[in-house]
């Protein structure tokens, strides 16, 4: 009970840190055309835009909650003391801020890289100039940023904290 508990605790300040990340990186990657401002104005490609930005981290994140989450549920099966808890929440928020770090530094990469490699359109330009069609496409190739960088930030965390082998020792 005690560990779905703090697996739910864990998701819920996951999802909540990574959306402000995400409107953090969004600023960064549109602060040639206006971001945030733009976005308060109503512009829906940049909403767009943004939601992808969002749901990409959010892939990303999403990996670091699971593998504390069997760490959690390993050490609980074994009669954890609370100190050992206390411990194993701090691996898991330190994994979620690395996971963090990852999503935002690769999917702002990657947005970045995939438009300096397209020189047909200039992306960041007709979602300025409100070009929704644009925005979609633009919108899934972070996704598919995200989605790509999410299996390395799986097997990054894995590696890092083996679900079920992670000693504490007193």
């Known amino acids: 009970m005690l560990a779905a508990l703090v697996e739910m605790s864990l998701a819920l300040v996951g999802a ?23 976005l308060r104005k109503g512009s ?5 835009v943004l939601a992808a930005v969002t749901l990409a981290c959010g892939l990303v994140v999403k990996e670091a909650v699971f593998p504390s989450v069997a760490t959690f549920r390993s050490l609980a099966a074994d009669g954890m003391t609370a100190s050992a808890w206390g411990r194993a929440l701090g691996y898991a928020l330190a994994y979620l801020l690395v996971a963090n770090v990852l999503a935002l530094v690769g ?3 990657g947005a970045r890289l995939y438009a300096l490699v397209t020189h047909e359109v200039d992306e960041w330009a007709e979602v300025a ?33 083996p679900a079920g082998t992670l000693a504490f020792p007193a």
């Open 44 to 48: 829906l490609a940049l909403g767009i």
């Open 107 to 109: 999917v702002g990469l």
């Open 129 to 161: 100039n409100g070009n929704l069609g644009v925005a979609v496409s633009l919108g899934a190739v972070i996704l598919l940023c995200g989605w790509f960088l999410s299996q390395g930030a799986s097997a990054l965390l894995y590696a890092l904290m």
């Open 16 to 38: 909540v840190v990574t959306a402000r990340s995400a409107y953090q990186a969004f600023g960064w990657l549109t602060r040639d055309i206006g971001g945030p401002a733009a």
